[in-house]
């Protein structure tokens, strides 16, 4: 499980194309995103968020998984949910139940929440742009993530910059 980018030790561009969001709350809180170059995968799942500057920390990890059949689950899901959804609201009718999730995106979902963070991120609400590097010794027990990372707020254009001198 070895990323061509894994051992950036300070803050780099991420190097993902690829993303599948998965939960959200006014933004992504967790997902699965590739690596454009080499292919490996990799779980994240947010830290810590500020919906008032579009910023947001997610620790990574590498796993190993059929990043195209979890797209394709999660889309089929997706579409199967917003139907019933619309169903209930026509008929009224909240027993219609959600669809389940297929078991092999469960069996990574289960993987993903063992696995502890490798690597650090911090970005706007989507993976678009933003930055990550290897987690160190620094990062154990950190309590506000944004300083600790270095984020300095801007305010007056709703969004964030990082001091990546601060950075290890
Ligand atoms: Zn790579």
Known sequence: MDCCQHDRKTMSPLPFEKVIYFDFYDGPLAGYAMCSVCHQCFHFRVLKWDTHIFCRVFGF???EMDFDRVD??????????????????????DDLPIPKQTDYVNQIELIAS?????????????????????????DKD?????????????????TFHLDKSHSS
């Open 61 to 63: 990890v590498p796993i």
């Open 72 to 93: 394709k689950d999660i889309e089929q899901w997706t579409k199967n949910t917003v139907h019933i959804l619309e169903e209930r609201r026509k008929t009224d009718n």
């Open 114 to 138: 063992r696995l502890e963070f490798s690597h650090i991120c911090v970005t706007g609400s989507y993976l678009d742009k933003g930055y990550w590097r290897k987690m160190d010794e620094s």
């Open 142 to 158: 950190v309590e506000d993530w944004f300083e600790h990372l270095g984020v300095v707020y801007d305010f007056g254009n709703l």
